[in-house]
Every structure is written in C-alpha cells, then in structure tokens.
C-alpha cells in the first residue's frame, strides 16, 4: 500500500473513532492506533485528570485511588470507554450520578443515566483499588506499575499508565493533571510538573502534584521511595527538583551538576523551554531497564551519563511538547533526541555530527545488526517501534535535512517546529509538509523516500 494512501486511512480511522464520522452514539472502544488499537477511546476528549491516590506496600488493596476525568464528548454519547487494566472498580459515576459499568480486558465501558450530547463537558469518576502490575511491551520491556526495592515506579510508555488510573491512554489525547498521592510515613511521593502541597498526618504522608501543561499519559509517573530530595533553580530562574535514592546520590552527583548546562544548551538549540520546571528521577539500576523522558521529569534506572541525560532532556521538546499522532510517529520523539546526542558531541569537541553520520552509514551494523532492517518511518510491528532503526536511522533522516538546508536554515526550522507545535500532537505528514514550507527551493524527494520509508541501506546521494 504506498505511504500517502496508509496515511489517509490511518487519519479516517482516528477521525470516524473520535467520534467525526458520523452519529453513533457509543463511544468507540480504541482509535485505531496502527501498532495498539485499543488504546485511546473515541467520542471524547480529556482535558484534565485529578487523581487522589492512596499507597500502602503491605496493604490489600496495596493501591486504592479516585480519578475524576474531566472531559469533552466529541459525538453524541450514550456510552464511551475507558482504558484500565487490572484493579478492581468500585464506583462509577458521570456528573454526579451513578453510571452503569462493566469491564473486558482493558475496556471499562460506562453508560451515565443520561445520554451526553456533542460539545458537552463532562466529569467521569472512577473508584477503584487493587495491586497495580507490570505490564510487559511487545519487545519484553517492563512498563506500567513496577515495584521496588522501597517502593513502586510507574512507566507508561507505550500503554502502561492504564495499570494505575484509567483513562484516554493514547498519545493523541493530551491534558492537564492533578496528583495526590499518600503514603506511608518516610516515604516520598514524586511525579510530574509541580509540587503543590506535603503534608502528614500520624503515620501517613500525602504529596501533592499539579502539571499545567498538556501530557500525553503514557508521560505520566508516580516514584515512591526513599529520596534525597534537592531544589534548585537555573540561572534565569527556572525550577530544579531532583529525587535521586540514596544509593545513586555519589554517582549521580556530577552528571545531575550539568542538568542546567544542559538546560541551556537544549534551549539555545531547540527553542524556548516548553514547561514551568525540570528536574530527574533517578531510582536503582534494578528499577527498570531503560530511562524514560516523563515530562519535565525524566526517569533514570541509575546514574545517568551525559549523553543519556541529553536524550531524555531533548525529548521534552520532542515527544514530550510536541507529542506524536500514533505510535507510527515515535521517529519524531527518537530521531530528534538521538540526534540531539550527535550535536552535544559535536559542541564538546568530539565527533561532528557529520563524522557520525558517516560511521554509521560506513559499518553501523557493527553497533546496529538491524540498523537497515525497515525504515524508521515504518516499523513493520508494535515490537519494532523503540528498535535502533527507529532511533538511528532516524537521526540519519533529520542530519540529511541538514545537510540539504544548511546549519542556519537547519536550526531555524528545528525551533519553528517545536514552536508552531508546542503542546500539541503531529504525525510524519505534518512534518514533511512543514520541512517543505520552510525551504521550498529544496528538493526532499530522496529523503523522503529512501530515507525515511525505503527498504534496505539508501544509496547516499551528494
């Protein structure tokens, strides 16, 4: 099936599912995403989330929570679902009102006791407790709810927020959040955007979290643990809070001394700094596998390196701000924060990026066995899209734009994109159409092609 044509069908799909294709008034059961198509939910769009947890490691339930969804019905509805795997669902209602519920698999479908007409706001509260699980990626990766050696870490990407609050679990549906989360006494709460309260009370402790900005759920966490909380601020005021656990404070500490260098240079390159605060979590290397760029609040499985810390840093404008379509899109979050790797080198005085891209087309399967395997724009399963190609070849695409536009043109076009899609979502087509934009002298045509959706190793044209 050529691309444009897989791409008009991917755009019918997530429209007719989000309820702009007709009048059925049942709110559809996932949009259609090409690599998960039960995540997300149509009919409806989120636009906040305020979450009161309650934690207790010995407890049964170990996670009892309240999560009060305040949304915009997108069709006419008479029922809509809602994504949440495990835990057990007390309550439900819909403004107010007890609403009739049933569960299957990930789907909690409610029906309110009355229908909710198109362009209504309304707000859905689920009850519900149980012991979160991890769930396990099609590459075997460990997201959603994992435990700790002092506590519990909460990853999401690509659908395991849905283990620990339901909701719209699609990058498509971006919005604001509210987090209370109480635990045992000595016991810290951290997660996304701001601290906007800490109170105890007897033996438990209550951590209270606000994220102004859109975000994509599976960007949300939840750490609890024993930290070495530190608060800062960067030279022009922005605030720094970092949680790292105790044992990772010596090794963490010289890396966790240049985020605000980072910071700056990440600002200077990718435009202006999309949230109110930054900061890092940073848990034991046993925690999880990989580091993940929640936002504006990385998470790392141990002492970062510096080139890791760049990564998750440059994803808060890539992935984090501008967030992607569809999991298709996941090349826009790799490609540009890889490739953000390459430029720090660069600006330390090691390898151009140039020289790395050139070793990488030279012997890159020396380091990358599946680097030409598929191309970044197409992986052909769930299970390839956080594969080397994706990240890679990616960045080969985004350096090919600048070689072909030049440095000026290149970096004036990596912050007008970051601009013109702050807090928004975009997909491969976006993109392309806003690289032509922007130089329309030039000819994209082969990078397109070979690049970005051709098989096997391009040949390089000079």
């Known amino acids: 099936m050529p691309r444009y044509v897989r791409s008009v069908l991917v755009l019918l799909l997530l429209t007719a599912c989000s309820g702009g294709g007709g009048r059925n008034a049942d709110g559809a059961a996932g949009v259609g995403d090409p690599y998960f198509p039960k995540a997300g939910n149509g009919g409806y769009d989120v636009t906040h989330y305020d979450l009161t947890l309650a934690y207790d490691p010995g407890g049964r339930p170990v996670l009892t929570g309240s999560a009060a969804i305040t949304a915009r019905a ?169 949680a790292v656990d105790p044992t990772q404070v010596a090794a963490s500490r010289g890396v966790l001394a240049r985020l605000p260098e980072v910071m700056d240079w990440a600002r200077n390159n990718f435009g202006p700094y999309p949230f109110a605060s930054t900061g890092a979590i940073v848990d034991r290397p046993e925690d999880s596998d990989y580091a993940l760029e929640t936002q504006n609040r990385p998470v790392f499985p141990g002492a970062p390196d510096t080139a890791t810390l760049v990564h998750e840093i440059a994803h808060q404008w890539f992935g984090d701000s501008v967030t992607p ?33 050139t070793g990488l087309y030279e012997h890159g399967e020396d380091d990358y066995p599946g680097l030409w395997d598929f191309p970044p724009g197409d992986p052909p399963t769930a299970e390839d899209i956080s594969a080397d190609p994706v990240y890679q070849r990616g960045a080969m695409v985004v350096h090919r734009i600048r070689q072909t536009v030049g440095d000026d043109a290149f970096y004036d076009l990596v912050q007008g994109w970051t601009a013109a899609h702050r807090h928004g979502s975009a997909d491969a087509d976006d993109f392309m159409a806003y690289v032509e934009r922007q130089a329309p002298d030039e000819d994209f045509e082969e990078i397109w092609d070979d690049w970005l959706y051709g098989d096997g190793k391009p040949h390089l044209k000079v």
């Open 325 to 357: 379509r569809t999991w298709r899109d996941m090349w826009l979050n790799e490609a540009f924060a890889t490739y953000a790797e390459w430029l720090w080198e660069e600006d330390e005085g090691g390898a151009t990026a140039e020289e790395t891209f």
């Open 74 to 242: 997108t069709q006419d509805l008479d029922s809509f679902h809602l994504d949440l795997k495990g835990l057990s669902v007390q309550k439900v209602t819909v403004e107010g009102s007890s609403a009739d519920w049933n569960r299957d698999g990930q789907e909690l479908s409610v029906r309110p006791s009355r229908a909710l007409d198109r362009g209504e706001t309304f707000r859905v509260t689920v009850d519900y407790s149980g012991t979160p699980r991890p769930v396990t990626d099609p590459d075997g990766s460990q997201e959603g709810w994992l435990r700790t050696a002092d506590g519990a870490l909460a990853l999401g990407e690509p659908v395991g927020s849905m283990a620990w609050f339901p909701g719209d679990h699609h990058p498509s549906d971006k919005a604001t959040y509210d987090i209370a989360v109480t635990v045992p006494k000595g016991l810290t709460a951290v997660s996304n955007g701001e601290p906007a309260g800490e109170r105890t009370e007897g033996d438990r402790s209550t951590y209270t979290w606000h994220t102004a900005e859109p975000m994509a759920s599976y960007l949300a966490t939840l750490a609890i643990g024993r930290y070495t909380v530190t608060r800062s601020t960067t030279k022009d005021g922005l605030p720094v809070y970092v």
